[in-house]
Nanobody, 124 residues
Framework: QVQLVESGGGLVQAGGSLRLSCAASGGTFSAYDMGWFRQAPGKEREFVAAIRWIGGTTYYGDSVKGRFTISRDNPKNTVYLQMNSLKPEDTAVYYC?????????????????WGQGTQVTVSS
């Protein structure tokens, strides 16, 4: 069983930056695809970013492309989400996700493990 713990959320002004971290335990981190989703009040959960277990290929949702960067540090069992040029519409609870590495499952949708989430609020 994989446990995921997010940190780094908070309140920031529009145009500012935040870095989210997700510490994983209970599995072989280097063998997992990792990602981030978010959910704003009254809205559906939205794919934000993902990084493959092998090769480190990254994927981004259209709304964050060019502003957010996902990365991973396998020795530290941690995945990061660097968020720049934040906008009020980025306000949401951000969830870290994980799954065993796979090229047969949709990387923008299909995950087995979810963290508790961390709140990000961007003020205008």
């Amino acid at each position: 069983q994989v446990q995921l713990v997010e940190s780094g959320g908070g309140l920031v002004q529009a145009g500012g930056s935040l870095r989210l971290s997700c510490a994983a335990s209970g599995g072989t981190f280097s063998a997992y695809d990792m990602g981030w989703f978010r959910q704003a009040p009254g809205k559906e959960r939205e794919f934000v970013a993902a990084i493959r277990w092998i090769g480190g290929t990254t994927y981004y949702g259209d709304s964050v492309k060019g502003r957010f960067t996902i990365s991973r540090d396998n020795p530290k069992n941690t995945v990061y989400l660097q968020m720049n040029s934040l906008k009020p519409e980025d306000t949401a609870v951000y969830y870290c996700v994980a799954r065993s590495g796979s090229f047969y499952r949709e990387i923008r949708r299909d995950y087995d493990y979810w963290g508790q989430g961390t709140q990000v609020t961007v003020s205008s």
